[in-house]
T-cell receptor, first 117, second 115 residues
């Protein structure tokens, strides 16, 4: 049973549309992340958050934005989608703790596969 | 710079045999965590095994073991007694000390298990 939920699973939209990818977790984790992954390729971190009202950009530049108003919710928004945004977006969360304890094990959602025409 | 390298884009293994997936990493941090994740064709990412940089013993989880060689900066995944359900992408990942617990991933290895 998933503890982190992403919606929609699949989305096909036209260029210029605004989209929001939802991500919610029920584990009370402080840290949440968004990764972008092209099919069969590595994951690239685009956003992360250490807690409420904390958001940072990741290593891969992205035109998307995120917010963290509640611990359990970490939505990602694209104001104007373009074909270059076509990809899979994976949301993840982890406990806030030292890596030596293994507390940074990531729990992933099922992903949102976005296609922009 | 922090980096994970997986040099095997694809691997084949016969069912019931063991297979080793290679992973090397680069970091200047004295402390870090190493992870392996599995991604089946359905797309979800599944945590398999964890190794802390200060752990003296190699991690094991059921059929999975992590061959950690700190001096060589390698963290290879060994899957024993392969099963058809092991066919998937496998990603090596690292959470270094600096950078605030951001986890970086390798490019992945696609494993095919043959009946």
């Amino acid at each position: 049973e998933a503890d982190i939920y992403q919606t929609p699973r699949y989305l096909v939209i036209g260029t210029g549309k605004k989209i929001t990818l939802e991500c919610s977790q029920t584990m009370g984790h402080d840290k949440m992340y968004w990764y972008q992954q092209d099919p069969g390729m590595e994951l690239h971190l685009i956003h992360y958050s250490y807690g409420v009202n904390s958001t940072e950009k990741g290593d891969l530049s992205s035109e998307s934005t995120v917010s963290r108003i509640r611990t359990e919710h970490f939505p990602l928004t694209l104001e104007s989608a373009r074909p270059s945004h076509t990809s899979q977006y994976l949301c993840a969360s982890s406990e806030y703790g030292g890596f030596s304890s293994g507390a940074n094990v990531l729990t992933f959602g099922a992903g949102s596969r976005l296609t922009v025409l | 710079a922090q980096k994970i390298t997986q040099t095997q884009p694809g691997m084949f293994v016969q069912e019931k045999e063991a297979v080793t997936l290679d992973c090397t990493y680069d970091t200047s941090d004295p402390s870090y965590g190493l992870f392996w994740y599995k991604q089946p064709s359905s797309g979800e990412m599944i945590f398999l095994i964890y190794q802390g940089s200060y752990d003296q013993q190699n991690a094991t989880e059921g059929r999975y073991s992590l061959n950690f060689q700190k001096a060589r900066k390698s963290a290879n995944l060994v899957i024993s007694a392969s099963q058809l359900g092991d066919s998937a992408m496998y990603f090596c990942a690292m959470t270094p000390d600096t950078g605030g617990f951001k986890t970086i991933f390798g490019a992945g290895t696609r494993l095919f298990v043959k009946a």
